[in-house]
């Protein structure tokens, strides 16, 4: 392994305890209990584990329950849907290549998501939204009746909607607008301007920040968390994507969460305790735990 694959370094611990609120661990080398302890090393104490698909949620709802610090979502990904009614034959998906199975094998897929989301150890359901990055015309009309279905299922059981929007932020607004959005609604891996960020603290949608907010181009990203309403920020992995600069391109994993508190914390002009702190609270009541 060359030194620009290698893991990056334990940063300096967080003498604040905060929470990784999107991490993938099942897309992450190593075991859930060593990933746990690195970042609990460094302060980060709990994590929100996210599925994508039928089995990563199961995954997801079965860690949580196995381990106190590890809070699930569950969903089928903005990308999943359209794979499961058209079909996948390059494999894509982690679930590998698979036949065109129609609206039925997305209506079966969703009721496993709904018996999931009933769980206790399942707090958010996510993440589910549009993504017109990855997903073509022929899927957008799958997608876009799986997030209404994922917002109609949060909303039943009470939890926590965690949407991915990419390339699709008007189209995301107005689908929350028109089912009516749960409770607590949190736009992970946050990629809107500032001025949705005003839209979204209007809303009262909390905006979850990854570590491409400390990216050179990023600077749209960092006027939007200059003005977005404390206590509506996140902080996120979304690990093994989006290692924060200057690991940019290393593996990602929740025992880097510091290095982004500290560039939020610069951000909003303010230290790197009261971030944290900000940032824990406004988790806990996301995710209401
Ligand atoms: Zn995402
Ligand atoms: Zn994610």
Not at 2 to 29: C, F, N, R
Not at 65 to 76: E, I, K, N, R, T
Not at 158 to 183: M, Y
Request: glycine share 8%.
């Amino acid at each position: 392994m060359s030194a620009k694959d290698a893991p990056p370094p334990l940063p300096e611990p967080l003498l604040v305890e905060v929470a990784d609120s999107h991490t993938h661990l099942d897309m992450q080398s190593g075991t859930v209990e060593e990933a746990l302890a690195r970042a609990a090393a460094v302060g980060v104490t709990t994590v929100v584990q996210v599925g994508c698909d039928v089995k990563g949620s199961q995954w997801a709802a079965e860690t949580a329950a196995a381990h106190p610090s590890v809070h699930a979502a569950v969903a089928l990904h903005p990308n999943e849907a359209p794979r499961i009614v058209l079909g996948d034959p390059d494999g894509w998906s982690r679930q590998g290549a698979r036949e065109a199975g129609g609206d039925a094998a997305l209506d079966d897929a969703l009721a496993e998501i709904d018996r999931l989301a009933a769980l206790p150890h399942v707090l958010g359901v996510g993440e589910t939204g549009l993504d017109f990055f990855r997903t073509g015309p022929e899927g957008m009309a799958a997608q876009e009746r799986s997030f209404r279905a994922h917002i109609e299922i949060a909303k039943r059981h009470g939890k926590t909607l965690v949407i991915h929007d990419r390339e699709a932020h008007a189209d995301v607004l107005r689908v929350l607008d028109e089912e009516g959005a749960p409770e607590r609604t949190v736009f992970h891996c946050y990629s809107g301007d500032a001025e949705m960020a005003e839209i979204c603290a209007a809303e009262g949608y909390y905006m979850s920040f990854a570590g491409n907010m400390t990216f050179k181009n990023a600077q749209p990203l960092r006027d939007a968390l200059a003005v977005a309403p404390l206590d509506l920020v996140l902080v996120e992995t979304d690990a093994p994507f989006l290692t924060p600069a200057p690991f940019r391109g290393r593996p990602n994993a929740p025992y880097l969460i510091p290095v982004t508190v500290r560039a939020m914390a610069a951000v909003r002009g303010i230290d790197e305790n009261a971030m944290a702190e900000a940032l824990a609270v406004n988790t806990a009541r996301a995710f209401d735990y």
